[in-house]
């Protein structure tokens, strides 16, 4: 089962494997995973925030990678030690930067499998699978890769929730619930999984 205090974002030297990847139609984000392309394309449908941000973000020239635990692989700081995603982790997003610190591409790392098979051991209905699928990208994809590519640099950091301050007052969180509300997906407040459809699922 998935742990309910897993953060949602970590940031990690990667490489990725991107061959055969479409572009998705909301916009320059680039995946080949059918559940992730199908998700952005329901939130690009449903988000008017989410298309005018895809809109400022086309026009730097700048992508989104969605990938899975399986396009990738983490290095250490110096890149000679390649090893597997943590799939513990629900999602993670990594800015790639050259040296100056400008950032042409972000990396979304979305553990689909991880939250697929858990909701099927719940027998929940594939609708609360997709809103879940569509929370995570929401957070990973508008709260956090959104601000570095209109950036371009590493300024465009919008953090999580610091250690002992509010949950709601963090740049991330508060991206986050913008896209939901729009998706009618709930408010999320706090820095765990709870708001998350599978982890009402657990309570009961």
Same mark, same amino acid.
């Given at each position: 089962?998935?742990?309910?205090? +897993?953060?949602?974002?970590?940031?990690?030297?990667?490489?990725? %494997?991107? *061959?055969?990847?479409? #572009?998705?139609? /909301?916009?320059?984000? +680039?995946? #080949?995973?059918? *559940?992730? @392309? /199908?998700?952005?394309? %329901? +939130?690009? %449908?449903?988000s008017a925030s989410w298309r005018a941000a895809l809109a400022a973000v086309a026009g730097t020239g700048r992508t989104a990678l969605v990938v899975t635990p399986d396009e990738v692989v983490v290095t250490d700081a110096g890149g000679t030690a390649p090893s597997a995603f943590d799939r513990s982790e629900v999602a993670a997003v990594s800015p790639m930067s050259d040296d100056t610190g400008r950032v042409r591409a972000v990396l979304v790392?979305?553990?689909?499998? @991880? +939250? @697929?098979? /858990?909701? *099927? #051991?719940?027998?929940?209905?594939?609708g609360e699978f997709h809103a879940d699928l569509e929370r995570v990208l929401a957070h990973e994809v508008y709260g956090h890769a959104v601000p570095y590519l209109l950036a371009g640099d590493l300024s465009g950091r919008c953090a999580d929730p610091a250690p002992g301050t509010p949950a709601a007052h963090a740049c991330a969180i508060q991206r986050e619930n913008v896209i939901r509300a729009e998706l009618r997906l709930g408010r999320r407040i706090d820095g765990t999984l709870s708001s998350l459809s599978l982890a009402r699922l657990l309570r009961h």
């Open positions: 089962m998935l742990a309910l205090a +897993i953060g949602l974002v970590a940031v990690m030297p990667v490489g990725v %494997r991107t *061959e055969g990847s479409a #572009r998705s139609e /909301a916009g320059p984000f +680039i995946t #080949r995973h059918p *559940e992730l @392309q /199908a998700a952005l394309d %329901r +939130i690009a %449908r449903g790392v979305v553990n689909v499998d @991880q +939250i @697929q098979a /858990a909701h *099927e #051991r719940l027998s929940s209905l594939p």
